[in-house]
């Protein structure tokens, strides 16, 4: 780890010493004789990992923002001593300082990325202190263990898990809740019967420092529930499977150590258990969560699934009836927002009953407040424990991947594009397909419109149809074709269609039933999972890694 700390305030240049270990960098008003400090930022790399500066000849610093009404973009050869100015960075929110290392052109330009790292995006208020902020520059395209930026030591869980719920929240933190370990390889680890134990443990990662702490456990052992972000901090922990073996009604509020002494509270019962489901926030202000599915049995007895609306002073406002009039589980939720509107629509792909893997889509309403059937199937069939990541700038929602039988002995590679301004998927995607085949894996959308699918079960290159724990990952990815010009939206793979390695690297390890988010450095994090245990069965992945792609 380098440090070495360097101010700047406004109209005064930022200096680049030693190593180009560590950065201060101001966001102070433009006033003439403005000066005073306003942000901090520490540069560091890992002792562990390869070194971010090597082959670096160009230096590229940017600052984002709201309101930023010019760019702040600096490019300076990488050398111990330079100056470099970024003047009347103004007062404001979300400021956020990219730094990137190249290698130098012929011409002097930026040649090849090496290296990247992001500080997390701050507000910067006038007459404050200065805020330190660390930014970890990494190599890019490279996994690295989630390592302590102060201590330098690597992380990772006490209890190793799958079903758990791995929630990002507003203050700062990434909670991990509940899950429970499975052993048998033949077990069915996508339901209660699977799980050997099951966990009350809640971890927290710090991801301004990447650090992991222990907080105060759940009321209620549970496997696959949900967790949903409130904008305090806290969360709403609700359903899943319980200890003997049922879903659960019960609903639990989780609370950071600086708020209600850190211990969970009740909260009022959902009408119907659960476990499998979703849980979207529609709406912050009202706290309104909107629960999908995992519901074994209707209240009556017959009929198919339900789902309800709920918050957290009135309770359950009842269950309704799904469109289809088919339970499911292990679908998928996903917020988007339709043109012209700013109530949140979600679309819900795939997912599983008792009997069948559905090929079905649906679509929340929020205006209507009621879920339609859409009229067409995904175009590749039935699948369950996939994935469902939007890409705001496209427009578009990525289904990736998962299993197409409820035994998951069959995995399927395609790639479903829900397009937003028509409501409908795009019928053909020419071949547009992930190299392995996976299910119960992972997907985060990154900067630049990247998506980083890991792990899971599946069959990696050249296919035989035989599944098995997966360290391989897919990466979508956008680049102007220098040839044509044109946008071209591909799929990087650990390995190529003959077994070698590919263009992005395997994971450390292999990971299944895991849960992946996307830091505001940029880097995408994976948490738990299980994997194939070289004596026989499965054992519990206990590190955190991330990854920093390109």
């Known amino acids: 780890m380098t440090h070495a700390l360097l101010r700047s305030a406004a109209r005064t240049p930022l200096l ?18 403005a000066s005073q400090l306003g942000l901090e930022v520490q540069v560091v790399k890992l002792a562990t990992a390869p070194d971010p500066f090597q082959n670096v000849g160009l230096v590229v610093l940017e600052m984002a923002g709201d ?5 702040f973009r600096r490019v300076l050869d ?6 470099v100015d970024i003047d009347d960075v103004p007062f404001g929110t979300n400021r956020q300082l990219t730094i990137e290392g190249w290698t130098k052109s012929a011409t002097d330009e930026p040649g090849q990325l090496i ?23 990494a190599q890019v395209n490279t996994f690295l263990p989630l390592t302590d930026l102060t201590t330098q030591t690597a992380q990772g869980l006490v209890q190793g898990r799958v079903g758990h719920a791995v929630t990002p929240t507003e203050t700062g933190e990434v909670v991990i809740s509940g899950g429970g370990i499975v052993t048998d390889p033949a077990g069915t680890w996508w339901n209660h019967a699977g799980f050997a134990q099951l966990s009350s443990s809640i971890e927290a990662v710090d991801t301004a420092n990447a650090f992991v702490a222990n907080r105060s456990p759940l009321l209620e052992s549970r496997v696959w529930h949900t967790g949903t972000a409130l904008s305090s901090g806290q969360l709403v922990i609700a359903g899943g499977y319980g200890a003997a073996g049922s879903p659960l009604r019960s609903v639990e509020l989780y609370n950071p150590p600086t708020v209600l002494d850190g211990t969970g509270k009740p909260l009022p019962p959902l009408a119907v258990a659960r ?6 926030l529609l709406n912050d202000t009202s706290r309104q969560i909107l629960f999908v599915g995992g519901d074994a049995v209707s209240p009556s007895g017959q009929g198919g699934g339900t789902w309800e609306l709920w918050d957290p002073v009135n309770g359950s406002s009842g269950v309704r009836p799904m469109p289809d009039a088919l339970y499911r589980r292990h679908h998928t939720a996903t917020t988007f927002f339709l043109p012209g509107r700013i109530e949140p629509a979600v679309l819900f792909t795939g997912g599983e009953s008792d009997e069948i893997v559905h090929s079905t889509a ?65 019928p053909d995607n020419g071949g547009f397909r992930m190299r392995s085949a996976r299910g119960g894996h992972s997907a985060t959308l990154n900067p630049n419109n990247t998506i980083v699918v ?18 391989s990952i897919d990466v979508i990815f956008e680049f102007l074709d220098p040839a044509t010009g044109v946008l071209r939206i591909e799929v990087a793979s650990s390995i190529s269609e003959t077994g070698q390695p590919g263009a992005v690297p395997l994971m450390p390890q292999q990971r299944f039933g895991h849960r992946s988010v996307a830091l505001d450095n940029g ?26 792609p390109l």
């Open 67 to 71: 309101e930023l009404n010019a760019e």
């Open 16 to 33: 680049l010493c030693g190593l180009f270990g560590a950065l201060t960098i101001t966001g102070c008003d433009s006033e003439p004789g």
């Open 78 to 83: 990488y050398a111990p001593g330079v100056m």
């Open 275 to 280: 476990a499998g489901h979703t849980a979207t």
């Open 454 to 471: 890991t792990g899971g079960i599946g069959d990696d290159p050249p296919l035989d149809g035989a599944l098995a724990p997966l360290n």
């Open 115 to 137: 290296s990247r790292g992001r500080s997390e995006p701050v507000e910067v208020k006038e007459g404050a202190d200065a805020q330190l902020l660390r930014v970890l520059m």
């Open 362 to 426: 649906m679509l929340y309403d929020s205006v209507a407040t009621t879920i339609i059937g859409l009229p067409a199937f995904m175009p590749s069939g039935a699948r369950t424990q996939h994935t469902s990541t939007y890409v705001p700038n496209r427009n578009f929602i990525y289904i990736a991947g998962g299993f197409t039988n409820k035994g998951r002995t069959q995995a399927t590679s395609n790639i479903d594009v829900f397009d937003i301004s028509t409501q409908t998927f795009l």
């Open 523 to 548: 880097m995408t994090l994976m948490v738990g999972g299980a994997a194939a245990n070289p004596a026989g069965g499965l054992q519990m992945v206990t590190p955190l890694g991330v990854y920093n």
